[in-house]
């Protein structure tokens, strides 16, 4: 059974541009999490969604991010414009319906993003 | 406001010792926590957890210890391998939004 797919797995792009990151979750899931990783910060969350609506986005650090949940199989996390502070590696996660497990996350491979 | 808080960003031990790593918290409104490793190029995966209800959760190698009153819980890891060199990732829920600490590297000298 596939895990999380994430895509790209590298991002490279110039200051000023939009970068799309795309996650598929684990067939059956219904919460969808979007992560940040950097050395400053750890791993903080920016947004999750259940049944593909938006629960709490307060992580999301400003207006230039927006995170869209199409269908049950599909997000996107969108960052324009790109700034060299948005550089790090991004997660998506899913897991269960709530009182399936112990809450656990599964995480995907991760996104590593560089804006110059 | 780090409500997570793993101390140690670093712990290095020897082959076939124990590791101990600590994580403490300051929400007292989380009702279950869990420890995720994380592999180089890797996603964090899920090593183990525990509910608020209860002290202590084995799984094989790995203990999680949980103090409500301290607000503390630690993962203890016997005997440690090479394997076991990543790194780990304290966190705590309540519903379904987890809070992660910043993790610790754990170095498992052969």
């Known amino acids: 059974d596939a895990g999380v797919i994430q895509s790209p797995r590298h991002e490279v792009t110039e200051m000023g541009q939009e970068v799309t990151l795309r996650c598929k979750p684990i067939?059956?899931?219904?919460?969808l999490f979007w992560y940040r990783q950097t050395m400053m910060r750890g791993l903080e969350l920016l947004i999750y969604?259940?049944?593909?609506?938006?629960?709490?986005d307060s992580g999301m650090p400003e207006d230039r991010f927006s995170a869209k949940m199409p269908n049950a199989s599909f997000s996107t996390l969108k960052i324009q414009p790109s700034e060299p502070r948005d550089s790090a590696v991004y997660f998506c996660?899913?897991?269960?319906?709530?009182?399936?497990?112990?809450?656990?996350?599964?995480f995907g491979p991760g996104t590593r993003l560089t804006v110059t | 406001d780090q409500q997570v808080k793993q101390n140690s960003p670093s712990l290095s031990v020897q082959e076939g010792r124990i590791s101990i790593l600590n994580c403490d918290y300051t929400?007292?409104?989380?009702?279950?926590f869990l420890w995720y490793k994380k592999y180089p190029a890797e996603g964090p995966t899920f090593l183990i957890s525990?509910?608020?209800?209860?002290d202590k959760n084995e799984d094989g190698r790995f203990t999680v210890f949980l103090n409500k009153s301290a607000k503390h819980l630690s993962l203890h890891i016997v005997p440690s391998q090479p394997g076991d060199s990543a790194v780990y990732f304290c966190?705590?829920?309540?519903?379904?939004?987890?809070?992660f600490g910043a993790g610790t590297i754990l170095r498992v000298k052969s």
């Open positions: 996660a899913s897991s269960p319906p709530q009182g399936a497990s112990s809450y656990e996350q599964y």
């Open positions: 067939s059956g899931h219904d919460y």
């Open positions: 929400n007292s409104m989380f009702d279950y």
């Open positions: 966190a705590a829920g309540n519903g379904n939004k987890l809070v």
């Open positions: 969604f259940n049944n593909n609506v938006p629960i709490d």
């Open positions: 525990i509910s608020s209800i209860k």
